[in-house]
Every structure is written in C-alpha cells, then in structure tokens.
C-alpha cells in the first residue's frame, strides 16, 4: 500500500511512521487512520522490525481529528454510518513496543492517540490538550478514559474542562511523558531508546508490553498472576537461555531473532 498521508523511514529494527497531512496541522482523518492502520499491523508482523516509532513533524504530532471533515456530521453518519474511531484503535493490537514521539501540538485526538502509545517522549516544545469541548463535543478516543488514568482526576479534569494545554515540563511532572527531550535532539534521543529496546529480545519486550497493558484492566492479584505465567513460560526460551549464560560468560548477549 502507498501511503499518501504518511512517511515511513526505516533505522536498522526500528521503523518510523510519521504522521504527515502539513497543511492541516496533521489532523487525522479517515484515510489517514486506515493507512496508519495498515503500517502497523505490517511492522507488527514484520521480522525485520523490532520497535515502532509513532510521530508526527517537528510544529505538530496532531491537532486532532478532522473538523473540516466531521463539521457536517449527523448522528447516523458517526455511527450506523462511517462510525468515527472504528479504525482509531488498530494500535492498541500492535504487540511489539510503539514509542510516541510529540513536537509541537498532541491536541484532542492526537492526544488521544499519542496515549494510546507504549510510552512518550516529547520535545520541550510539546504541547497536549484535550479541547474538544471547544469546538462543542466530548474526546471520543480515550481522552475522557486514558487521561485521568495517565495524570489523576484532578489534572486530567482541569485540561478537559477547561481546554488549556499544558507544556511538556508539566506534562514530564504529571507522568504523561517519561522524558522531555530539546527539539533538536529528540528524534535522536528516540532513537536511541528504540534501538535500545530493539536489541533486547523481542519476544520478552511484547510479554512486558501485554503484562503492563493488563494492569490497566484486571486487578492487582489477576495481574501478578499473568505476569508469572510469563515468567515461567519464559524458562527454556532461547532468550532465557541466552541472556543468562551471556550474564555468567561475562558478555554481551547476543537476541537476534529472538
Ligand atoms: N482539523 C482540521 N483542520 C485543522 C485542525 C483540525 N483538528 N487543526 C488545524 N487545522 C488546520 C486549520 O484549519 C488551518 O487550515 P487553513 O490553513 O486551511 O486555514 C491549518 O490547519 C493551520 O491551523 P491554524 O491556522 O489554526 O494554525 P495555528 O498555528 O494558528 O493553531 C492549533 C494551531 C492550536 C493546533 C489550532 O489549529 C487548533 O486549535 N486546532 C484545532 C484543535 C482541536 O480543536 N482539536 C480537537 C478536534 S476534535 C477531536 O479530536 C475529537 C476526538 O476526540 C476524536
């Protein structure tokens, strides 16, 4: 499939998928959600690709969905018709790690699907805000859900409410980001960390994901109890095997293909 709305560059294991609509602050339409959809599911299932980096242009990661597109929406064409968010969420399926990297704007939608990432590292100019409500309606990707999850009721609530952005400090104070990067290095930065999370093996990094995912809909004993099954399933697998003896021998551990 070519992609008109984004640009994929490949880095040894890692992939990068930016977002790319320019002349609409990369808002997120339909097309844009099938391909992004579409090179997900085929990086997920790609050998070759260990880590997947989900970003956007150095003034905008996303400005939300598409108001030119949804402005004359009725109810029957959101949802007995085109169902807005019906291709939104092909993310949450990607097993290997997805890192979210925002410069400029993550705004309602693109919010939205920034949380939906593993994690995110922005840049200093990174600025996230769920303002919906200006433009008349609720999040409708997680943002009412993921959010207070993410940075607690009271933050999470003052940005939906109120609209206001927070800049990528407060967003690194409030657990939405894990780190805050100078714009000019932080597709570097990204890179590093991808790659360093792609030379480790790959199958332990999707159980990790999946656990952590857990904790987010099960209860703390369910949860410690599918992270152990992990765990001992792991006994006999060829990273097992690999990374301890590689710890006793005193060397490198060598996961490839693992
Ligand atoms: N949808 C469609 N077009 C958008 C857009 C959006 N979400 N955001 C920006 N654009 C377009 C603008 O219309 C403008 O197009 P033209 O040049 O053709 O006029 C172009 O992108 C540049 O935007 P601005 O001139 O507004 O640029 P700015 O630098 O002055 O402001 C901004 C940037 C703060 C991001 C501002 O564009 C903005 O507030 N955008 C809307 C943000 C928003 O309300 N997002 C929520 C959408 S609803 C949603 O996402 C629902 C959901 O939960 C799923």
């Known amino acids: 499939m ?11 294991k890692v992939v990068v998928i930016r977002l790319n609509r320019p002349k609409a602050m990369n808002a997120l339409n339909d097309n844009m959600m099938n391909e992004l959809g579409d090179a997900l599911y085929k990086f997920d299932a790609d050998p070759a690709v260990n880590v997947i980096i989900l970003t956007g242009s150095d003034k905008v990661f996303a ?3 598409d ?3 949804m402005a004359n929406y009725s109810y029957a064409d959101t949802y007995p018709g085109n169902y807005i968010g019906r291709n939104w969420e092909h993310i949450l399926n990607v097993r290997k790690p997805v890192i979210g990297v925002v410069a400029g704007y993550a705004l309602g939608g ?6 939906m990432c593993d994690f995110l590292i922005a840049s200093d100019t990174a600025k996230f805000g769920q303002p919906e409500i200006k433009v008349g309606v609720t999040p409708g ?3 009412t859900q993921r959010l207070p999850r993410a940075i607690g009721k009271s933050k999470a609530m003052d940005m939906l409410l109120t609209a206001r952005m927070i800049d990528a400090a407060e967003a690194e104070r409030t ?5 805050v990067v100078p714009a000019d290095l932080v597709m570097t930065v990204a890179l590093e960390v991808a790659e360093t999370i792609a030379a ?3 199958s332990v990094a999707m159980q ?3 656990a952590v995912n857990r904790a987010f809909e099960t209860t703390l004993t369910e949860g410690v109890r599918y992270e152990r099954r992990f765990f001992h399933a792991g006994f006999g697998t060829p990273a097992q095997k690999e990374g301890m003896a590689a710890f006793l021998e005193k060397r490198k551990p060598n996961f490839e293909g693992m």
């Open 141 to 143: 990707a997680g943002g």
């Open 2 to 12: 070519e992609y008109s709305d984004l640009l994929i560059e490949h880095h040894d």
């Open 208 to 210: 990790i994901k999946d």
């Open 200 to 202: 480790m093996p790959v």
């Open 175 to 179: 657990g939405l980001v894990s780190r």
């Open 67 to 69: 108001i030119a597109a």
């Open 63 to 65: 400005a939300g969905a």
């Open 110 to 115: 693109g919010c939205e699907l920034a949380m």
